[in-house]
């Protein structure tokens, strides 16, 4: 079973810095990508970023340049570093792995619960 954990979300005003990570707990799985979505109240949820096994990242369009997703210092885990965040990067912000069992070759797609972000003055 694969569980995603995110963590540090919160309320910031607009220009200012906040620091998402996920944790994936994925036994017997390959992780071939990790990646942050994001959907505010009313809208459709979005890629924020994306960040394959083989380090290529893909972004949206609404963060390039402000956002920067990285893996994290343990194993399967991946951080997303927010920078100059508005006020329209409020939303709730979930983290997705795209894994693979092991000796299987269909991919699957597993979500974590999701963390607030606020930005507002």
């Known amino acids: 079973q694969v569980q995603l954990l995110e963590s540090g979300g919160g309320s910031v005003q607009p220009g200012e810095y906040l620091r998402l990570s996920c944790v994936a707990s994925?036994?017997?799985?390959?992780?071939?990508?990790m990646g942050w979505y994001r959907q505010a109240p009313g809208q459709q949820r979005e890629l924020v970023a994306r960040?394959?096994?083989?380090?290529?990242?893909r972004y949206g369009d609404a963060v390039l340049g402000r956002f920067a997703i990285s893996k994290g210092d343990a194993k399967g885990t991946t951080v997303l570093q927010m920078g100059s965040l508005k006020p329209e990067d409020t939303a709730v912000y979930f983290c997705?792995?795209?894994?693979?069992?092991?000796?299987?070759?269909?991919?699957?797609?597993?979500w974590g619960q999701g963390t607030q972000v606020t930005v507002s003055s």
């Open positions: 960040l394959g096994s083989d380090g290529g990242t």
């Open positions: 997705n792995a795209e894994v693979t069992r092991y000796g299987r070759s269909d991919e699957h797609t597993y």
């Open positions: 994925a036994p017997g799985f390959k992780i071939n990508a």
